[in-house]
């Protein structure tokens, strides 16, 4: 039975979608004026790993994630790259693209863009004026905070506590223009130089928070299951979201709330922030270390939980993908020379059971990624004593290799066959075994520098030679 930490009541609840097979899932994207940060991508990975175990599960998944490309940071950003807001905004989707399938994300089932939806927006907006939920105001519209009785639920604040908070970081003609200082703005007039769209409150253009409101709705219904993003957008963002939406259609929002936590700096845990300068960009990281191996280290920890970014955990990434590597390869190895069955099959295929069970109820109890890891080394353990016999079996071989990346698939790890040994290098291994049989060491130590040199390591077992590559994954091994 799957459980969800719904943010909305802090505590964990059965999943219960409104439809049986289907769930529809938001989840708040980047705004696109830059490569993204490791904090990004951490969320992005944590969803997709969320959306991966809901498919394990059965579930369609509608999976929508915006792209803010209306923004100050992007006009700010055209103006020093000598570009258009679209432009900027192209360039960094591309970038976004780019990064994501590296990181073996799947794509959403839609990306919506502030620039592709005004004609929805500002739709949205005159409904809330309608309804006497907003006012225009010189030119600007806001939302009338007040009149929506549970405002605060979700970030657990009293509104008057909020209203106090907002009036000391309002300037003066800011709190001239609104009813009151909670009030937030849905649509804002033009200013010179802006970008802009013609609106019945004049030129401008939409607050950040009525787009996701917009676009949730606009592709996933008035009601959702789960909606999804960061711990720093519970306030203002994620409640002035059920504000808006609540009030437009007089339903519940969405069902469940999923946040992910914060990356952290270094062996201290310093919060990462662009004014610490203390960001990474994943641009700039996955140049410098294999794809892989930066997806583990994002999906390892539990989504809810802080994520310590320091070499010391990126090297712990590193070991563990390189033997979660080595046992898909050792798998491989054995099924060359395994016989078709044997005596034990089914106890080895019911232990295999046992431990898909023990996966499952680990991602069913909110996504517990770490717990599921654990089962996944005590297979690793398991499987290789396994493989340590004289004969094994081809029955559990298979069985056992495709339960393996079934888990890893989940947690968004795929080991290619192309990454396996091309002909030209399984040709030099058959030469070498030649060469050892006719006791002519001299060329069979040649053969393996040799293959050492382009980053296959050789392994001498009393069942053949085994290998494994080196390099990217453990940057120590001899």
């Not at 405002?151 to 008057?160: E, N, T």
């Not at 990462?272 to 990474?280: E, P």
């Given at each position: 039975?799957?459980?969800?930490?719904?943010t909305l009541t802090n505590q964990k609840e059965v999943f219960y979608p409104n439809s049986d097979h289907i769930v529809n899932m938001y989840v708040c994207g980047p705004t696109v004026y830059n490569y993204i940060h490791i904090g990004n991508a951490r969320s992005v990975v944590a969803f997709d790993v969320i959306r991966r175990f809901l498919e394990y599960c059965g579930y369609q998944v509608n999976f929508v994630s915006n792209f803010t490309d209306v923004d100050d940071k992007i006009i700010k950003r055209a103006n020093e790259e000598g570009l258009t807001s679209q432009e900027v905004a192209d360039k960094y989707i591309l970038a976004f693209y780019k990064d994501i399938d590296r990181l073996h994300v799947k794509r959403a089932t839609a990306n919506p863009r502030v620039m592709e939806n005004m004609e929805a927006i500002i739709t949205f907006v005159s409904d809330l004026?309608?309804?006497g939920y907003a006012y225009e105001s010189e030119g600007d519209v806001y939302y009338r905070t007040r009149?929506?009785?549970?405002?605060?639920?979700?970030?657990?604040?009293?509104?008057?506590?909020?209203?106090?908070?907002?009036s000391e970081r309002l300037n003066d003609s800011e709190q001239t223009k609104k009813e009151d200082s909670l009030d937030f703005a849905l649509w804002k007039k033009a200013k010179a130089g802006e970008p802009a769209w013609k609106s019945p409150w004049g030129m401008g253009r939409p607050g950040w928070h009525i787009e996701c409101s917009v676009m949730a709705t606009k592709y996933l219904g008035d009601?959702?299951?789960?909606?999804?993003?960061?711990a720093d957008l519970i306030f203002p963002h994620h409640e002035n979201e059920i504000a808006q939406s609540e009030a437009k259609t007089g339903k519940k929002f969405a069902n469940y709330w999923l946040h992910n936590g914060f990356v952290t700096m270094g062996d201290k845990g310093e919060k990462?922030?662009?004014?610490?300068?203390?960001?990474?960009l994943v641009h700039d990281l996955l140049e410098q270390e294999e794809p892989q191996v930066v997806r583990f280290f994002l999906a390892s920890a539990h989504y809810r939980a802080p994520l310590k970014f320091s070499e010391k955990n990126i090297d712990e990434a590193r070991r563990n993908v390189s033997r979660l590597l080595n046992l898909d390869h050792n798998f491989k190895h054995r099924l060359q020379l395994a016989v078709d069955h044997l005596e034990d099959d089914q106890s080895l295929l019911d232990q295999l059971n046992q431990f898909d069970h023990h996966f499952i109820r680990a991602m069913e109890d909110d996504f517990n990624v770490p717990n599921a890891l654990t089962v996944i080394y005590e297979f690793m353990k398991f499987s290789n004593i396994y493989l340590e016999r004289d004969h094994v079996s081809q029955k559990v071989l298979k069985n056992y290799r495709q339960q393996f990346k079934t888990w890893l698939e989940i947690i968004g790890l795929s080991f290619n066959e192309e990454e396996l040994l091309d002909d030209d290098i399984q040709n030099l291994i058959e030469e070498r075994n030649q060469a050892r049989q006719a006791r002519d060491y001299a060329k069979s130590d040649e053969i393996r520098d040799r293959l050492k040199a382009q980053g296959i390591i050789l392994e001498d077992t009393a069942q053949g030679t085994r290998w494994k590559r080196n390099g990217s994954f453990d940057k120590n091994e001899e």
């Open positions: 039975m799957l459980k969800l930490y719904n004026v309608d309804k009149q929506f009785s549970t405002y605060g639920q979700l970030s657990d604040q009293s509104i008057d506590d909020l209203r106090t908070g907002a009601q959702l299951d789960i909606h999804g993003g960061g990462m922030s662009k004014s610490l300068g203390n960001f990474v």
